[in-house]
């Protein structure tokens, strides 16, 4: 038997469950009931999709159907239902190549058409969510969200730096964090980074993140040990890599996995800029009321801060803290223009730390006292990276700008 890769045999599998659709005969009905339809990045977004959905119970051809230009082709989907927090989650996913419009199929059952943005292969742009986690309803989130996607349609994906919801375990929160954006999740790819907060149980003791491993297929890391915890993706002028900074709760096994897993990462990649996004900061805070707190690093800062300059990152995004920082560009644990450019990221949930950190020597701007939420775009081409802070109502609060020479 011969041996093929992974596209051939999408390739394949596609022509031939489209075949026998055709073969049946059948009638096509719009009664396909989903929801949560969502597109995940894959390894070059410019070329593939990720597509996952939910159901209220099984199905029994699940797949999507693409149309393009000239054809349409049909992609079968995996069964990809999970049980937490006391539910079963009917869920299917599918990897899809790109076309024009695609929709879920099921026999006969068919669900609505959504258009399949082609997502260029030089210049980039993407909305930047920090922790979305809310106390009670996710409305904020949903608000925040809305008026960044109604602000930047042109965007080629998205991405929350981990905290995504407050309680991990807690399936209500995600079902809502979920539908405050379910008419945008099946028109943009969405980039998820984990954050301490999606290992947390009902009770909030440690586990693993099964809701987020379940939930989010990006692509494969290669390591079993850690499937779905980092990995990385193209996206025009730019290689981004998603990492994970939960050894504290999960085990510190994935900080040397994930150091040599970056560096050959980064080895194989010829993209002009190159991009980091992990929860947990580089910097420590002095906090009002606790005196013996001292300014400084973090254990992320001082493990892998080194290991990010160089690699050649051109900028790292963090989270975490609930406030928006920029630091400007940094190289051996002090400001330098040759450097590399970390922005901590702020918050787009309900959770407020108003007046706990003091501001760190490193902080060249800080967000507006007392702090609201914010969202951010990247963008660029081969030659320049821009990032932009922004509040809800769109107020540009800070922008940074890098070129390449």
Not at 231 to 256: P, T
Request: glycine content about 6%; proline content about 4%; charged content about 25%.
């Amino acid at each position: 038997m011969h041996n093929i890769n992974r596209r051939t045999f999408i390739k394949v599998a596609a022509v031939s469950f489209a075949s026998f659709l055709a073969g049946c005969g059948v009638e096509e009905k719009k009664n396909l009931s989903i929801k949560f339809l969502r597109q995940i990045v894959t390894k070059n977004i410019s070329d593939s999709r990720c597509v996952m959905w939910q159901v209220d119970k099984p199905l029994k051809n699940p797949a999507v159907e693409l149309k393009t230009n000239d054809d349409k082709k049909i992609f079968p989907a995996q069964d990809s239902t999970f049980i937490d927090d006391g539910r079963t989650i009917f869920q299917y996913t599918a990897q899809i190549e790109l076309g024009n419009e695609f929709r879920i199929v099921d026999g006969s059952a068919v669900g609505d058409w959504h258009e399949l943005k082609n997502s260029p292969t030089e210049n980039f742009k993407a909305i930047i969510f920090p922790d979305s986690q809310c106390g009670g309803d996710y409305d904020t989130w949903g608000s925040v969200a809305r008026q960044a996607f109604k602000n930047n349609s042109d965007a080629n994906f998205f991405i929350n730096v981990g905290d995504i919801v407050d309680n991990g375990e807690d399936n209500s929160q995600w079902e809502d964090w979920l539908e405050q954006v379910e008419d945008f999740l099946p028109k943009i790819p969405f980039a998820p980074v984990m954050g301490n907060h999606e290992t947390y149980s009902r009770d909030w003791k440690i586990r693993q993140p099964v809701a987020y491993l379940n939930y989010f297929a990006p692509p494969d890391n290669g390591i079993e040990n850690f499937s779905r915890r980092f990995y990385s993706f193209d996206c025009g002028a730019a290689h981004f890599a998603i990492l994970d900074s939960q050894w504290e709760e999960l085990g510190r096994e994935v900080i040397e996995a994930q150091k040599k897993w970056l560096r050959q990462d980064f080895s194989q990649t010829d993209k002009p800029w190159k991009i980091i996004f992990i929860h947990k900061d580089v910097l420590q805070y002095r906090i009002n009321g606790r005196p013996e707190r001292q300014e400084g690093f973090s254990e992320v800062g001082e493990i892998f801060m080194p290991e990010f300059e160089s690699l050649g990152a051109d900028a790292v995004f963090t989270a975490h803290l609930h406030t928006y920082r920029n630091r400007g560009r940094l190289k051996n644990f002090q400001a330098d223009e040759n450097g590399t450019l970390y922005i901590l990221t702020g918050l787009s949930g309900n959770v407020r730390y108003s007046g706990l950190w003091i501001d760190h020597a490193l902080d060249k701007f800080v967000a507006p006292q007392p702090e609201t939420d914010n969202y951010l775009t990247l963008e660029g081409d081969e030659k320049f990276l821009s990032v932009k802070c922004f509040l809800p109502d769109g107020e540009l609060i800070d922008e940074t700008t890098l070129q390449k020479i």
